[in-house]
């Protein structure tokens, strides 16, 4: 079993930036590919971004590329999203995903929710305008 708890999250005005945590325990994030998803109220949950095992490759959303980055600090067991010039619109709770170990994804299934088989308790993130 693989434990997730994500953290950063808050109340902001728009422009500013803010990372999030999710941090493993149990298990830990090797092998694993690792995302972030986000909800807003009354919306489904969305994909936001991606990380590979493998090679560190990242996936983003459209919606958060150029603003948003992902990344892992293997050693710390931690993954991050680096989230710059917020916006009203990114206002969801956001949750932190991980894969089973050594499992292999092809590049779209980064994006779909069923891939990922652990997900945290998701962390709210409020951005006023």
């Known amino acids: 079993q693989v434990q997730l708890v994500e953290s950063g999250g808050g109340l902001v005005q728009a422009g500013v930036s803010l990372r999030l945590s999710c941090a493993a325990s149990g298990r830990t994030f090797v092998g694993r590919n690792v995302g972030w998803f986000r909800q807003a109220p009354g919306k489904e949950r969305d994909f936001v971004a991606a990380?590979?095992?493998?090679?560190?490759?990242?996936y983003y959303a459209e919606s958060v590329k150029g603003r948003f980055t992902i990344s892992r600090d293997n050693a710390k067991n931690t993954v991050y999203l680096q989230m710059n010039s917020l916006k009203p619109e990114d206002t969801a709770v956001y949750y932190c995903a991980a894969g089973n170990a050594w499992t292999y994804f092809t590049d779209s299934q980064y994006y779909t929710r069923e891939t990922y088989r652990y997900w945290g308790q998701g962390t709210q993130v409020t951005v006023s305008s």
């Open positions: 990380i590979a095992w493998k090679n560190s490759n990242t």
